[in-house]
């Protein structure tokens, strides 16, 4: 069964930036479409940014357009999520999930990743 784990997480400053990863094993990850989502304190999980299985990449929430890019390396079996710009609020837990399916969507992904914490502040 394939396994995701997420690394990259930290504190940074607003204005800063992070790259997290997204790495695939036991399995290869170009049969999945891959998400990132993230969950803050109190609040539901939300849609960050997903990649489909053909490498279209399309941004879940609007909030990220512009800041976010998510980019997937079948090579390495791993998918990254570049978060610039960041804010305050975009302090959460962030998973990657995985649907076999070759397009995006905003939910019935199977396989979930353990998250990695994301603290923007000063």
């Known amino acids: 069964q394939v396994h995701f784990v997420e690394s990259g997480g930290g504190l940074v400053q607003p204005g800063g930036s992070l790259r997290l990863s997204c790495a695939a094993s036991?399995?290869?990850?170009?049969?999945?479409?891959i998400a990132w989502f993230r969950q803050a304190p109190g609040k539901e999980r939300e849609g960050v940014s997903c990649?489909?299985?053909?490498?279209?990449?399309?941004h879940l929430a609007a909030s990220v357009k512009g800041r976010f890019t998510i980019a997937r390396d079948n090579s390495k079996n791993t998918v990254y999520l570049q978060m610039n710009s960041l804010k305050p609020e975009d302090t959460a837990v962030y998973y990657c999930?995985?649907?076999?399916?070759?397009?995006?969507?905003?939910?019935?992904?199977?396989?979930w990743g353990q998250g990695t914490q994301v603290t923007v502040s000063s």
């Open positions: 990649v489909s299985r053909y490498d279209s990449a399309t």
């Open positions: 999930a995985a649907q076999l399916s070759s397009l995006c969507s905003q939910s019935g992904y199977d396989y």
């Open positions: 036991g399995g290869r990850l170009d049969y999945y479409a």
